[in-house]
């Protein structure tokens, strides 16, 4: 079983749909909770960073993050063609470590 | 522009050749890393470098050779290619070991 389990989709929405993606973990000891957006052969891009438990919300993507749970989430309000991606959810430890933890990333198509 | 780039972006090469790609960041951060996402787009950290040395090293062959000259540059040296390396492997950065990454473009390795 893998740290953090992400659903691969594909998921596909018509545009203007709110969107859900979340993802599972195992480990209770992860504190910082990040989504990244990758679209096709690009690299990974930051959308969102959290710590702990809690919302956090900026523009039109909210993060949700249920540590009882071990569960996060992202929503994508009124989205659009270009959300089109792949969404990867990652996490990491507190204390003096950068070591990123990524879920299997999550395929998206928000149809026009 | 400021950035994380990597060369080259694709490599074509045959089984037991040795290979190297280099990843340069002009953001002025301290810490830069190395990763490999596979053809299931799972992405997965094989080290990370803090001013020049080495804080994390996963389980990664040791055929895989990370050298950084200094802050700004990292380069992945790789002996013996084997068709399992076939990936697009990722260099990162960040301010400091504990602050967000920001992701280059990646390098598509393909092995024959």
């Known amino acids: 079983q893998k740290e953090v389990e992400q659903d691969p989709g594909p998921l596909s929405v018509p545009e203007g749909a709110i969107v859900s993606l979340n993802c599972t973990y195992s480990?209770?000891?992860?504190?910082?909770f990040m989504w990244y957006r990758q679209y096709s052969r690009k690299g990974p891009e930051l959308l969102m960073y959290?710590?702990?438990?809690g919302n956090k919300e900026d523009g039109r993507f909210t993060a949700q993050v249920d540590k009882s749970s071990k569960y996060i989430s992202l929503f994508i309000r009124d989205s659009q063609p270009s959300d089109s991606a792949t969404y990867l959810c990652?996490?990491?430890?507190?204390?003096?470590?950068?070591?990123?933890?990524f879920g299997t990333g999550t395929l998206l198509a928000v149809q026009p | 522009d400021t950035a994380v780039s990597q060369t080259p972006k694709y490599l074509v090469t045959q089984m037991g050749n040795d290979k190297s790609i280099k990843c340069e960041q002009n953001?002025?951060?301290?810490?830069m890393y190395w990763y490999k996402q596979d053809s299931k787009k799972f992405l997965k950290i094989m080290f990370s470098?803090?001013?020049?040395?080495?804080?994390i090293n996963e389980t990664v062959p040791n055929r895989f050779s990370p050298k950084s000259p200094d802050k700004a540059h990292l380069n992945l040296h790789i002996n013996s290619l084997e068709l399992g390396d076939s990936a697009v492997y990722f260099c990162?950065?960040?301010?400091?070991?504990?602050?967000?990454?920001?992701f280059g473009p990646g390098t598509r390795l393909t092995v024959l």
């Open positions: 990652a996490m990491r430890f507190g204390g003096a470590t950068n070591k990123l933890i």
């Open positions: 470098y803090n001013n020049k040395e080495l804080i």
């Open positions: 990162a950065s960040s301010q400091d070991v504990l602050a967000v990454q920001f």
């Open positions: 959290t710590y702990s438990s």
């Open positions: 480990n209770s000891a992860f504190q910082y």
């Open positions: 953001l002025g951060h301290d810490t």
